[in-house]
């Protein structure tokens, strides 16, 4: 901490989150007190389609800490929920088996310096606020932002009064937990890992030449999965996000047959970059010039509209060697790291750029039957 004991800040986050059938439909709840007072300083609510209570659970948490992060980096925060593995696997004495759950723990985690966070269960009606919040975005399959006046950082203003019943028809920028401050436009790159051929799931996972094989049956139903799962995208997946208007495609067979997939669902064309293709250097070069020439492209230089600024989206299918480097070259990871990123074929990665190098992770490998 920057500050000694007799000026740290004190906050608490009331974080909750539940489905409706787990698997169901579900929605997390959070907000942000000051500790000294009482006094609620945040709010925030999210829809998130069909999940389990334990992952809505987690994303009421990742959002209740960004939200007291962005009010004071460096307050001591107690958090409250009545969700008993949260508080255990948190503090450290449960281990956590599922992977979704994992990566929503790791954000968590990432969000503070663990020294500053403390765990606390209470009972459901000690977190009625959250919860009524909870209870609201899935009623409406909506999402709800709110920064008090008195808990907006320094230099930034508040966020106040963003209340949404669904995506915006006009599939336009919504004000998220998770958004850079001000209103300047992001470009969200959905990526798309190519599905299954006769090769088996590492097909595309290496360096390779030629068109490759086509895809398995299996393949086919992965495929189909990740396309749903991308026409979910701003609908009931990541209701805040942009929907994606570009498909561009890896040059390889089983990234063209999964690009037709996505593009039959979505409504769109199949664009081809050659740099996408299976010889491209490990080093990522090819793939952050993509990157670099979407961002360009879709939003630094498009035409804005009488409205202003607008939020773009993209989808990029490619093999898993792509996906990975796109990942990496987005969060800045050494390429020796790279491998480490889990992303199955047919899997949804999904990363958020602004025209001023600003990057942010908001899914990796989420499998397409989600």
Excluded: C, K
């Excluded at 203003?157 to 920028?173: C, I, K, N, Q």
């Excluded at 409205?307 to 969060?331: E, F, L, M, N, Y």
């Excluded at 990057?359 to 990796?364: G, I």
């Amino acid at each position: 901490m920057s500050r000694d004991d007799a000026t740290t800040r004190d906050l608490v986050v009331e974080a909750e989150g539940g489905s409706r059938g787990d698997p169901g439909p579900a929605g997390y709840g959070a907000l942000v007190r000051d500790g000294a007072t009482g006094e609620v300083l945040a709010e925030r609510a999210m829809f998130l389609g069909a999940t389990t209570d334990d992952v809505a659970g987690y994303a009421g948490l990742v959002a209740g800490l960004r939200a007291a992060a962005r009010i004071d980096p460096d307050a001591r925060v107690t958090v409250r929920t009545r969700s008993r593995l949260v508080v255990e696997q948190m503090s450290g004495r449960r281990q956590i088996e599922r992977d979704d759950v994992r990566r929503l723990a790791a954000e968590a985690a990432a969000v503070l310096p663990p020294e500053q966070v403390t765990y606390e269960w209470v009972p459901r009606a000690q977190n009625a606020d959250a919860d009524r919040l909870a209870t609201r975005a899935t009623d409406t399959e909506g999402r709800f932002v709110r920064d008090h006046p008195r808990a907006a950082p320094s230099g930034a203003e508040p966020l106040v009064g963003t209340d949404e019943a669904g995506p915006s028809a006009s599939g336009g920028r919504t004000v998220g937990d998770d958004a850079r401050p001000g209103a300047a436009p992001a470009l969200t790159v959905v990526l798309v890992r190519s599905a299954q051929t006769p090769a088996g799931a590492v097909a595309g996972s290496g360096r390779s030449t030629g068109p490759g094989e086509s895809l398995t049956a299996r393949g086919r139903t992965q495929a189909a999965r990740a396309a749903d799962l991308v026409f979910r995208l701003g609908r009931s997946a990541w209701a805040d996000l942009t929907r994606p208007s570009v498909l561009v495609a890896a040059p390889t067979a089983r990234s063209q047959e999964t690009a037709l997939a996505v593009g039959r669902r979505l409504g769109l064309s199949v664009t081809t970059d050659e740099r996408l293709g299976p010889s491209s250097p490990d080093g990522g070069e090819e793939v952050r010039a993509v990157l670099e020439d979407l961002v360009r492209t879709h939003l630094v230089d498009a035409p804005t509209g009488s409205t202003g600024p607008a939020d773009r989206g993209a989808v990029v299918v490619a093999d898993a060697v792509q996906v990975r480097a796109a990942i990496g070259v987005a969060v800045q990871a050494a390429p020796a790291r790279w491998s480490l990123l889990r992303v199955p074929p047919g899997s949804v990665s999904i990363l958020r750029l602004w025209g001023d190098g600003t990057t942010e992770l908001v899914a990796a490998g989420v499998p397409g039957d989600l």
